[in-house]
């Protein structure tokens, strides 16, 4: 085993490589000898988890390793992954982690790792780890021989910070008018938080999958699976819907009449409204990834004069991106959304926040808000697979170029999943009969190369 680090962090499936029992240990140790060794002090960790009922297996083993190398441990239960970078400012912690297999059913569980600034680890740091824990002599050596050990700590009232910060990042120049909203939490870390702050916001508040019971996290529910949010937001005559997924660093909209408002969309409003506002935005640029539909990208290009600049998919690349370039906005198709000003990370219930200010300035209805562009037509497929080789990618990677299946002008992504053991194909086109018909056929090669 050598490959422990997909595109976001490490996520599996429970008691499976590389997050069995023993595994699990040896990484939040090395990860600590890492981004301690050169640090005077024994230094300080924050630990966080979603609701999944693993997290009790995975808490006390992270604790663990960080604890036999000497570290303070912060524990503050289950809260959005959004939180730990602010807690690591604010407790002046050094490591952040967070159990969480994001918007994953229970039956996978993961590890996202922080540093001192709140960024989720660079990729070298990554493959450090890796090299360490497939080597035993190198693992050997991380090894502290020492009597002392580190301390433990549940911090109570971390979800107050948390929300508190958030409620800081309003506008107070603008008076947020009062919505009926409907907030999906999918069983998962936001079902507190969420809905306490826009109650306490003054918002008419109907919360639903909201009682996590450790399996029911991500269940045909929250950003994943909208249909409950938007039957509940037409049927309650509610303004507007917010889905997060599971560990809260997703956002998907439903407007007033049930219509899902995705990523790029809210990447959009936010860079009409944001940029010319001027706040703190630096650059005309925006940062998605390959997956944004080149509708947003061309509202961007021909009506706000704004570029878009494509990363591969995961939320860490676009963030990479971003602070390379010291960009302020960037997120993901899929819900991810980045103001950097306010976090390193995405953050759902922050872009929520930030939607109803916008909704309280214009006074539109949702539907009209964010009827900005037409998408371009796309046809997404997964398909699992058991066993994948070298052999096979390249075959799969082959098809993307394949000139006799895609036509001219049409935009094809065929990938690996890094978060589950899917191939993930996307086509693009200006006709939607042929980009399906387009994604069958290479669907129907993937099969034949599977089987």
């Known amino acids: 085993m050598t490959k422990i680090f997909g595109t976001d962090g490490i996520r599996c499936l429970v008691n499976q490589e590389p997050l069995t029992a023993e595994t699990c240990l040896k990484i939040s140790k090395t990860v600590a000898y890492l981004l301690l060794s050169n640090k005077p002090t024994s230094g300080r960790v924050i630990i966080c988890k979603d609701t999944r009922l693993s997290g009790y297996l995975y808490e006390p083993l992270v604790t663990a390793g960080f604890v036999s190398m000497g570290v303070e441990v912060i524990l503050v239960g289950p809260l959005p992954t959004p939180s730990v970078p602010l807690l690591i400012k604010t407790l002046r912690a050094d490591i952040g982690v967070m159990i969480t297999a994001s918007h994953n059913t229970y039956e996978y569980n993961g590890l996202k790792f922080f540093d001192s600034k709140g960024f989720k680890l660079e990729s070298n740091i990554e493959r450090k780890v890796e090299k360490i824990i497939s080597n035993p002599k190198k693992y050997l050596k991380i090894i502290i021989n020492t009597y002392k050990s580190g301390k433990v700590f ?67 529910c929250g950003a994943v699976d909208v249909r409950e949010l938007a039957k509940t937001v037409v049927s309650n005559k509610a303004n507007i819907g917010f889905a997060f997924d599971g560990d809260g660093d997703r956002l998907i909209v439903v407007d007033e009449k049930g219509n899902l408002i995705d990523g790029d969309k809210i990447l959009a409003l936010f860079a009409k409204y944001l940029f010319n506002r001027n706040l703190n935005i630096s650059k005309n640029i925006v940062v998605s990834t390959v997956m944004s539909n080149m509708g947003f990208e061309n509202y961007l290009k021909n009506e706000l004069k704004i570029s878009l600049k494509r990363t591969n998919v995961g939320d860490i690349n676009v963030i990479s991106e971003m602070k390379k370039n010291k960009l302020t906005l960037g997120g993901e198709q899929s819900g991810h959304i980045i103001l950097s000003d306010y976090s390193h990370t995405g953050d759902g219930i922050l872009a929520a926040l930030k939607i109803i200010e916008i909704m309280s300035i214009k006074n539109f209805k949702v539907s009209k808000l964010f009827d900005l562009y037409k998408n371009f037509p796309q046809k997404k497929i997964n398909i699992f697979y058991k066993k994948m080789n070298n052999k096979i990618q390249k075959k799969i990677k082959s098809l993307s170029e394949d000139k006799s299946l895609i036509k001219k002008g049409f935009r094809v992504l065929i990938r690996l999943s890094g978060t589950e053991p899917l191939i993930r194909i996307l086509v693009e086109g200006s006709k939607l009969k042929e980009v399906e018909l387009t994604a069958h056929k290479l669907e129907y090669k993937v099969r034949s190369f599977l089987d």
């Open 154 to 220: 549940r911090l109570e009232d971390a979800s107050g910070r948390y929300s508190e910060y958030l409620k800081s990042t309003l506008n107070k120049k603008n008076k947020l008018k009062k919505f009926k909203i409907v907030l999906d939490c999918a069983n998962g870390a936001t079902y507190t938080v969420a809905p306490s702050l826009f109650w306490e916001l003054g918002h008419k508040v109907i919360s639903i999958n909201s009682s996590p019971n450790g399996i029911n996290i991500n269940k045909n």
